[in-house]
């Protein structure tokens, strides 16, 4: 048994508690209040339910040929660095799990794991759904990886198989990509309109075949707008923002970093990003959600899209708090509890809430212990972060996994 003492952030606010989390279990078995006797003692840290990201790119696969950038025990590592305690990985792999068989192929190597993972199976030209309960992905148009359509026809065609299910979209309209394919700049390349059009497109399938509709890694204020008033109207549609698309924009780039932070959707402008923060804020955006995506700083400099983000989860949520009014209520939210209630779908434990019956997984922060992020913080392996010489105003102390203390971040 494992018993810890501290401030407990529910959400309602936060006050000093106790919890005892089964060890053999892996589940909490009791929270009361706080007796002054624990494994571990606390004082100003915050506990939270463990943080649950659900876009993360661990990169391996049955052919194994992408483990150089990361596999799951090293995105494992990097999430708990981070204080993620589960995950959900994306299916763009060179052997994409998109029916029975591949996907429990893949399954067995999340076994390696520190911390659970669910599998989203791929939506592509020739796929019908498993058998099993799943959560789907879908590749609007071409981003790293061959899992994807060339046009929204296409798609359709597909989706009428998916009637009902869970399906996540990357909203890129594949058109007015091929339409751009010339243009300078990366973000010209992948214009504003791409997301927007495509998310259109997707709230109309998500209303037309019953879908449970996430659109992920929002970018666009526009596309939020959509995205808002389909709410309001009552489609089943949730939201994901990604902490780059957070913290910086195209104000940002430089001949130095554009290469580091290139990502689909790329970065936005200012206006942009700010009604990102709003909108995460106020609720119109759900969850944060990091799409961790490694790959070398020699490939980056080649121009592949996409940044490792598992280990400085932690980190980021503290500067929403401190630079953006948001409480840690609100990081609960976003990063605990909805996301929690969206994996708890695909999984046998409950994630989100720390209650007797919950999964045993926690995060600790202090807000009071700034921390620069310098490449010997990283667990990636592919060992680099776009945050490297930024300062968050706080830090990861603990990570604990099933009643498990994993150790903290160097001081």
Same mark, same amino acid.
């Given at each position: ?162 009637? !009902? ?12 990509? #091929? $339409?751009? +394919?010339?243009?300078? /700049?990366? =973000? ?94 106020? !609720? ?12 070398? #700083? $020699?490939? +980056?400099?080649?121009? /592949?899209? =996409? ?105």
């Amino acid at each position: 048994m494992l018993s810890i003492e501290g401030i407990i952030v529910n959400s309602e606010g936060q006050k000093r508690g106790r919890i005892e989390i089964d060890q053999k279990t892996g589940l909490i078995v009791k929270v009361t209040e706080p007796s002054g006797v624990a494994d571990v003692i606390l004082k100003d840290e915050l506990i939270f339910p463990g943080f649950v990201d659900l876009h993360v790119h661990a990169r391996e696969c049955a052919d194994h040929s992408q483990d150089y950038k990361e596999d799951f025990k090293t995105a494992g590592q990097a999430a708990i660095n981070g204080g993620v305690v589960a995950f959900m990985e994306m299916p763009n792999n060179p052997t994409p799990p998109i029916d029975d068989k591949s996907y429990a192929e893949k399954k067995e190597l999340t076994q390696k794991c520190p911390i659970e993972v669910v599998l989203y199976a791929g939506i592509g030209e020739n796929t019908q759904p498993l058998q099993k309960l799943a959560s789907y992905k879908v590749f609007m148009g071409p981003s790293v990886g061959d899992l994807f359509f060339h046009s929204l026809s296409e798609l359709e065609k597909v989706l009428v198989q998916y009637h !009902g299910r869970s399906v996540s979209f990357h909203c890129e309209d594949p058109k007015i990509l #091929e $339409d751009n +394919k010339e243009r300078v /700049t990366h =973000g010209e390349r992948r214009p504003p309109e791409a997301e927007i059009s495509a998310i259109d497109f997707a709230l109309q399938m998500i209303k037309k075949y019953n879908l449970q509709g996430k659109i992920c890694h929002c970018s666009t204020k526009e596309g939020l707008e959509k995205i808002k008033n389909a709410k309001k109207r009552g489609i089943n549609v949730v939201a994901e923002v990604s902490p780059h698309h957070l913290y910086f924009d195209s104000e940002m780039l430089t001949e130095n970093n554009q290469k580091f932070i290139q990502i689909n959707p790329p970065l936005r402008t200012r206006e942009d990003r700010n009604y990102l923060i709003k909108a995460l804020l106020e !609720g119109t955006i759900d969850f944060i959600a990091t799409d961790h995506a490694p790959h070398t #700083e $020699d490939e +980056k400099l080649k121009g /592949t899209s =996409g940044t490792p983000q598992l280990d400085t989860y932690g980190p980021f949520v503290t500067w929403l708090i401190k630079e953006h009014n948001f409480t840690p209520a609100d990081i609960l939210r976003v990063s605990s509890y909805n996301p929690g209630n969206f994996i708890n779908q695909f999984t046998e434990g409950k994630y989100g809430k720390i209650e007797e019956g919950y999964v045993g997984s926690l995060t600790i922060l202090d807000l009071n212990k700034p921390i620069m992020i310098t490449k010997d913080e990283l667990k990636t392996k592919c060992g680099w972060s776009a945050f490297e010489g930024i300062t968050f105003p706080g830090r990861v102390t603990m990570t604990i996994i099933k009643g498990k203390v994993y150790a903290k971040q160097n001081e």
